[in-house]
């Protein structure tokens, strides 16, 4: 399963012109072809290799995709050998949905447990306008006790210095189990308002 990071970030939006009015695409295509390896000057050069693993040889299987945005006349080729495809819905990559208020912050969820389920992480910010690391504010993650009961960790004030890891980020404040998500939030609307947990280290 990504982690909600990487659900999140790492992704580079692909640009316009630096004065498009209305920076969308407005055509996306995919073209699957056969490419063909470009031949050597002598039959030695064709690919060769005997690993049984190795799925190459002197043709590929290509997948391109074509963008065009009509108002700044770009178009964008993408094209890779072997890619891989999935078709799914928002519903089940938490991505591309819209964050839901809770308090007065915002949850931008991850992906949930399982097809159907509520999500198991969410990220957090102080607006709905977007996520970015800029704006990120906390993060809520879900675990289940000993006992078996669904609980949540909540962290707030990303710092790389911070006391705290929660996923793969550190964090400023970070709390004790909490019983549901909406507490978890108000515990984060609230966290910069108080005394940071210390970091006891035993040697």
Known sequence: MDLITETYFGWDPLTHTATCPN???????LRRTTGVRPAGTSATDAHTCTDPACEHADTFARVQLRLLCRDCDTVRIISGEGLSEACTHTSLTGWGQAPTRAGDVWLWPGRPAIPGGAPHQYLVTQQPAALTRAT??????????????????????PDEHGAHQVSTLRWRHSSNGL????????????????????LVVSV
Do not use: K
């Open 23 to 29: 920076p969308t695409w407005d055509t996306a295509e």
């Open 179 to 198: 019983d549901d998500v909406a507490t978890a939030a108000a515990w984060i609307s609230t966290a910069a308002d108080r005394a940071q947990r210390l």
């Open 136 to 157: 990120l504010y906390g993060i809520i993650t879900g675990y289940h006790d000993s006992l078996q009961r669904q609980r949540w960790i909540a962290a707030a004030v």
